[in-house]
């Protein structure tokens, strides 16, 4: 197994910035040392990061920095809702930009999720703008998804994974909260339409798990379902906490071996499907990173070698 950092922390004295607004220069040589040093084989770089550098030469230069640190730019993030007027256009034109990106970084994937900002804040009552997870309800969920916004979808990815293919690259579709692809069936849907050799699906089971109050998928039976067509793999765990009187869950994030879904099992399962790609660890969003980050990828390695040995 490989392991990717997606680190969704950026924290090491004296920096303290947003994972979601990197450029170049907050990828020091501390930062990179450390990163190797737990044992990742590759960072996720979002698409703001590669947009801010522009040239390819400045790209394979980025690249090949990561190289000096013995780390590959593993996956290009991009994502967003790709149908709807406010957001679809632009998203297309993002998804393309990520696509040539990753031929230039050598990068194996780009990686997106199909949600949109928060278009009715407020609702459902005492909800806030970016606090989309754990109610009754999912903006652009696959519930109330019609079969034929999977066709257009379909569509998109087809022309995307001719570029792709080019370039040698994976496209590669999260199950996100807060979008039509957010359970194993959606996804296998979107898959089947798709049809392409290097289309494929992020089983981040994280996510089936915080999309609604009450989780509408068994963890175990979700990652089984999808593991055949997955080509990345976010890793993340959570504890819910259960408010019924309020119809709301909210969650605590913890290292792997911590939560509630068992990825000694999910690690099973993508081993028994014949998963080559990245286990790409979406790291502690609080606390110390380094520590809830290095138990998260030691467990996940030991988990793996056991299966291995």
């Known amino acids: 197994?490989?392991?990717?950092?997606?680190?969704r922390r950026f924290t090491l004295y004296p920096q303290s910035v947003d994972s979601w607004n990197l450029s170049e220069g907050n990828y020091t040589d501390e930062f990179l040392t450390r990163t190797k040093t737990l044992g990742f084989d590759a960072l996720e770089v979002g698409l703001e990061v590669l947009s801010q550098l522009g040239s390819e030469q400045k790209v394979k230069d980025f690249a090949s920095r990561l190289g000096d640190f013995g780390l590959k730019l593993g996956?290009?993030?991009?994502?967003?809702?790709?149908?709807?007027?406010q957001n679809g256009p632009q998203n297309r034109e993002r998804l393309d930009e990520?696509?040539?990106y990753s031929g230039w970084a050598d990068a194996e994937v780009v990686n997106?999720?199909?949600s949109a900002p928060a278009r009715h804040p407020g609702h459902p009552p005492g909800s806030i703008a970016g606090s989309q997870s754990g109610w009754p309800r999912s903006q652009d969920a696959s519930l109330?998804?019609?079969?034929?916004?999977?066709?257009e979808i379909a569509k998109v990815f087809q022309v995307a994974c001719e570029k792709a293919s080019d370039v040698d690259t994976d496209v590669v579709v999260e199950v996100h909260?807060?979008?039509?692809?957010?359970n194993s069936w959606s996804a296998l849907l979107l898959h089947e339409k798709v049809d392409r050799t290097?289309?494929?699906?992020n089983p981040d089971i994280g996510n089936v798990l915080w999309t609604y109050d009450v989780p509408e998928e068994n963890f175990d039976q979700a990652i089984d379902n999808i593991a055949p067509v997955a080509k990345y793999w976010h890793c993340k765990n959570l504890h819910r906490v259960y408010h019924p009187e309020n119809n709301r869950s909210v969650f605590l994030r913890v290292p792997l071996p911590d939560g509630e879904?068992?990825?000694?099992?999910g690690i099973s399962s993508m081993h028994n499907a014949g998963y080559e790609g990245y286990m790409a660890i979406e790291g502690a969003s609080a606390g110390d990173q380094w520590h809830n980050d290095g138990k998260s990828i030691a467990y996940a390695r030991g988990v793996w070698d056991e299966l291995e040995s």
């Open 261 to 265: 879904i068992d990825y000694r099992y």
């Open 75 to 85: 996956c290009v993030r991009s994502g967003g809702t790709l149908h709807d007027a």
């Open 112 to 114: 997106g999720a199909l």
């Open 177 to 182: 909260q807060n979008s039509p692809v957010d």
């Open 1 to 7: 197994m490989r392991f990717c950092y997606a680190h």
């Open 144 to 151: 109330d998804t019609m079969l034929s916004v999977y066709d």
């Open 198 to 201: 290097n289309f494929g699906i």
């Open 98 to 100: 990520a696509i040539k």
